[in-house]
């Protein structure tokens, strides 16, 4: 992105428990995971460290053969490195979305997560809140899936989900203005629609021009942004409704 979130000028009034929890999960789930250097436990040998690492990924990413049935479980890309035997498709579902490729791909999604996560949490609760980050993550697998549904490359990272509260954010809270490093050095205070809009036509215009190309898979999963992002606009629409309907602020809810 060539812009970079800071700051949200929108005073939350309770403290963003979801989620500063859901980025401390994504957190220690990368601390755990074979490919960081704090996972002691695993092989310090490289040739079964990989092996280490491409079983990880397997065994918790969303696979989309696996998703729609073409396979009861995918094929390690190296047979020799072992087996997924007991993996659980739909927990590797869920699971996908705290699992992430590399420290960068990791602190790029918790910025945007930190930014927008306590402002749509703020405005329509926590439970809401948890229960739209984990179905418009679950949204975008399939969104992601459904482009090759006889795909055997895992897709990692919580970025369908976070795009699924920049959705929501979209629908409940636009009117904020975002502090934002431009180009990753210029400062500058941008509306939320401004920033969260440019984010989608953004990552539509990769989804569109990337899919159709012969070869040009970059491995950055734009479907599920799109997908999460779509979600998550239905879901801040249908809780606007709700809330309009009860003449309750659903934000003071639990």
């Known amino acids: 992105m060539a812009a970079l979130p800071l700051n949200d ?12 929890t859901l980025i401390a999960a994504n957190v220690l789930a990368y601390l755990m995971s074979p490919q960081a250097a704090t996972a002691v436990w695993y092989s310090a040998d490289m040739v079964e460290r990989f092996c280490e690492i491409q079983d990880y990924f397997m065994r918790w990413g969303a696979v989309p053969a696996e998703m729609f ?18 993996k659980s498709v739909w927990l590797s579902v869920f699971a996908s979305m705290f699992v992430h490729s590399g420290a960068f791909h990791l602190v790029g999604n918790m910025v945007y997560l930190f930014v927008f996560g306590p402002v749509v949490e703020d405005r329509i609760g926590r439970l ?12 975008a697998a399939y969104g992601f ?3 090759d ?27 904020s203005r975002v502090t934002t490093l431009v180009f990753g050095v210029v400062p500058m205070r941008l509306p939320g629609w401004a920033l969260v ?16 190309a012969p070869g040009a898979g970059s491995g950055v999963a734009y479907a599920a942004h799109v997908y999460g992002f779509v979600a998550g606009v239905i879901a801040g629409w249908v809780v606007y409704r709700l809330r309009w309907r009860s003449g309750t602020r659903l934000s003071d809810v639990y």
């Open 128 to 139: 809401r809140f948890l229960a739209l980050y984990l179905v418009t993550g679950l949204a």
């Open 145 to 147: 899936a459904l482009g």
């Open 197 to 212: 809009g440019s984010y989608f036509v953004l990552q539509y215009l990769l989804y569109v021009t990337t899919s159709n």
């Open 9 to 20: 000028d929108y005073p939350v009034r309770r403290a963003p428990v979801v989620a500063y």
């Open 69 to 86: 049935g073409y396979v009861d479980l995918a094929e390690p890309v190296v047979p020799e490195c072992g087996s997924l035997e007991g």
């Open 149 to 175: 549904p006889q795909g055997q490359i895992p897709m990692v990272g919580a970025s369908g989900a976070i795009s699924g509260v920049l959705g929501a954010y979209l629908v409940v809270q636009f009117r």
